[in-house]
């Protein structure tokens, strides 16, 4: 089982990862402080060139709330057609993959997010490293 999958089993014993993090106002306010870091980090900051960044936060803020259990289903495209292209246009590798993890990390952590969460975030992520690079 994936950490995705994971996060969204339900057990009325443990709240949801998206319930820990404080739901929506704090996904949102992740996405959006873990975009201004990407966007201004020289190792990835090329990807989004010509991205529509209002509809990119969009689908992260619902792919994340998806991940992490929440109310919401995922529409977005699988990860691995939706960054195939990244992969063979712009060499993605997990050079840059740990970068997007190392942000949301920091992210997390200013936000005061407590470390066994953050982990738990990180697992998730690691849980589509190979198909977001196409392997």
Known sequence: MSAVQA???DNAAAPTLYAQLGGEAAVDAA???FYAK???DARVKDF???VDMVRQSA????????AFGGPVT???QDMRSAHAHLVEEKGLSDM????IVEHLGATLREMGVEENLIAQVAAVAESVREPVLNR
């Open 7 to 9: 996060a969204n089993t």
């Open 31 to 33: 996405v959006d402080r």
């Open 38 to 40: 990407v966007l201004a």
């Open 48 to 50: 989004f060139e010509g």
């Open 59 to 66: 689908m992260q803020k619902e792919f994340l709330t998806f």
């Open 74 to 76: 995922y529409s977005g």
């Open 96 to 99: 840059h993959f740990d970068a």
